[in-house]
């Protein structure tokens, strides 16, 4: 039980870190996620040997790989596929699965609530649509208006989401 304390304690420390930042400037310094995947084996490393930290290498890689189509389409910035990388280094691959799920429920609605309250949901719903009727014609690619550099509208800082997608995961465990 110490243990895990321990490590959600890490956790919680990294994600709150991410979140003052990504609120503050957009941004996710590579040096919080970076440094967390690192502590994150060393810790695996250390206390549960090398079964521990082959499942961590596989949570932080399979962390990066599910928000990565996100980051590739320009819809999400690198360090949010990054901080997931991060939790899926400390949680696991089956744990990071479960908290990308949450973190994307609690992203949608907070994109709504934002939307709805700047005024936005229409254009956000206009723009979806002309997405993924670009994606029908021209394939699944960047539209260029509605990537992060190309559109006007407001920017979800999405540490929050997966801070939330977190606490619901582990809270529901």
Request: net charge positive; proline share 3%.
């Amino acid at each position: 039980m110490q243990i895990m304390n321990t490590l959600y304690s890490f956790v919680g420390a990294v994600l709150v870190l991410a979140c003052i930042s990504d609120v503050r400037t957009r941004r996710i310094p590579n040096a919080l996620t970076f440094s967390a995947i690192v502590c994150a084996l060393l810790f695996h490393a250390l206390t549960g040997g090398l079964g521990a930290t082959g499942l961590s290498l596989a949570g932080c890689f399979l962390g990066g790989a599910l928000f990565f189509p996100m980051f590739a389409l320009r819809g999400m910035g690198a360090g949010d596929v990054k901080l997931l990388a991060a939790v899926g280094a400390w949680l696991g691959p089956s744990t990071v699965v479960m908290v990308a799920l949450a973190a994307s429920l609690a992203g949608g609605v907070i994109a709504i609530a934002v939307a709805l309250a700047q005024g936005y949901l229409k254009t956000a719903g206009r723009n979806l649509w002309m997405l993924l009727m670009h994606w029908r014609v021209m394939g699944v690619r960047p539209l260029e208006q509605v990537t992060l550099d190309g559109t006007l509208g407001p920017r979800l800082a999405y540490a929050v989401p997966i801070s939330i997608g977190t606490l619901v995961t582990l809270w529901l465990k």
